[in-house]
């Protein structure tokens, strides 16, 4: 299965620092994919990843993959109390038609 | 304007009966998809439709059934609903290549069925 796991499964941090959550996956990957759902919520985009790409960044939040050990981690720096939700990684396997999603990271920031 | 819109938003209903949620989607992608979220959160894809052709049926009990009217619409109905389906359905959307960009997401409907 291309499932990825997530690590930790729930996160929680004072506002203002730094949150980092790892996503680990099984088989080759053409990209990787974070994602924030806030409560009662759809998904939305945060970051794509390549397989040819160690590292991405945008605004607070900074991505990296290694393809070597198949994880990924996604970094927020400086967190907001606006930060607080759930985060999934999701993958696409090397000639796959569809996104396999992670189990998630449940983040809290306490104010 | 929603990019991708769901309704009902929350659907409650007794098992064996019969129901339909639609979606629709202002952004002109090609490529449909309708996914599950159980209460542990996880998601999993159900099925995918590109221009209104089926691409992926992952294995879902026949019970399920999509329809893509056009390309903007794919509803998903669901005969004979059983307990084990109450989760949140959530449609998405993806452009050219949709694979290699991001999905966007509708706000989902959560479906209980007692």
């Known amino acids: 299965s291309q499932q990825g796991e997530e690590d930790p499964q729930a996160l929680s941090i004072q506002e203002g620092e730094n949150a980092t959550m790892n996503c680990s996956y099984k088989?080759?990957?053409?990209?990787l994919q974070w994602y924030r759902q806030n409560s009662g919520r759809g998904l939305v985009h945060l970051i794509l990843?390549?397989?040819?790409?160690r590292e991405k960044h945008s605004g607070r939040l900074r991505v990296t993959l290694d393809t070597s050990k198949k994880s990924s981690s996604l970094l927020i720096t400086a967190s907001r109390a606006a930060d607080t939700a759930s985060y999934f990684c999701?993958?696409?396997?090397?000639?796959?038609?569809?996104?396999?999603f992670g189990q998630g990271t449940r983040l809290t920031i306490n104010p | 304007d929603t990019a991708v819109s769901q309704t009902p938003k929350y659907l409650v209903t007794q098992m064996g009966n019969d129901k339909s949620i639609k979606c629709e989607q202002n952004l002109g992608h090609d490529t449909m998809y309708w996914y599950k979220q159980d209460s542990k959160k996880f998601l999993k894809i159900m099925f995918s439709?590109?221009?209104?052709?089926?691409?992926i049926n992952e294995t879902v009990p026949n019970r399920f059934s999509p329809k893509s009217p056009d390309k903007a619409h794919l509803n998903l109905h669901i005969n004979s609903l059983e307990l084990g389906d109450s989760a949140v359905y959530f449609c998405a959307t993806g452009g050219p290549s949709a694979l290699s960009n991001e999905q966007f997401f509708g706000p989902g409907t959560r479906l209980t069925v007692l």
């Open positions: 990843i390549r397989s040819n790409e």
């Open positions: 088989t080759s990957i053409n990209n």
């Open positions: 999701a993958t696409v396997g090397r000639g796959a038609q569809k996104l396999v």
């Open positions: 439709y590109n221009n209104k052709e089926l691409i």
